[in-house]
């Protein structure tokens, strides 16, 4: 055994015995050294942060994982309940009051409009009518006007259709007499409004009206030659029938 050895084992022994003594080995010199222990010192201040390492080398990228499996869908849950109905919203702007008094108006000046139009056509009608009037007359609501010419039958109720007439109807005595009045100013037969062109003896006013007021003169209709089938006023405002490719003076009525 070595001197070192055994100088360790005497004092491996003296530090048994002895309490607070440490026995420690230095590894670099292969020898032993006794330390009396104490109290253990407090902790020392922290010391200073080293300086960071050099970066290392990027390393090989790893293989590709494997894909995953999708996953299967969850089941549909169930429909929740329905909510508490919210708060009543702010009570709107007032409309526009306004609209409904205009569209009135709109419709007002429609129908004025309306009027003015029929008034004007009413002024250029009497204006057509008293243009070729020779005379006038009346009785109750109606305006009688004879002119000078001398037409045939279809001719005279053209005539007074084009002021907005027709061939004059005496219907009583006195629409009759109103008639005559113009007729004596002429001297001359004058074509009426009355015809059996349709049906012999079946006399009727143009717009197909049967007649009810007769003034026959003694002896009429007589239908001359079987061709009188329009009705005229005499000289003594009796009536005659005649042919109506005849030409006469005419009344018409307004």
Known sequence: MSVMKVLGLILLHVGLVTPGTQICQNPDENAYSIITCGAPGKNGLPGMNGSNGAKGEIGEPGPPGLQGTAGSPGAKGER????????????????????????????????????????????ERQEKVFSFGKGIARSSNKIYIMNNLEVTYDEAKAICASGGGQLAVPRTQEENQAIFSLRKKVQAHSFMGINDIESEGDFRDLSGQVITYFNWRAGEPNNLRNNEDCVEMWEDGGWNDENCANRRFFVCEF
């Open 80 to 123: 929740g309940d329905n909510g508490q109905q919210g708060p009543q919203g702010p009570k709107g702007e007032r409309g526009d009051s306004m609209g409904p008094a205009i569209e009135n108006l709109k419709l007002q000046m429609t129908a004025m409009d309306s009027r003015m139009r029929d008034l004007q056509s009413n002024l």
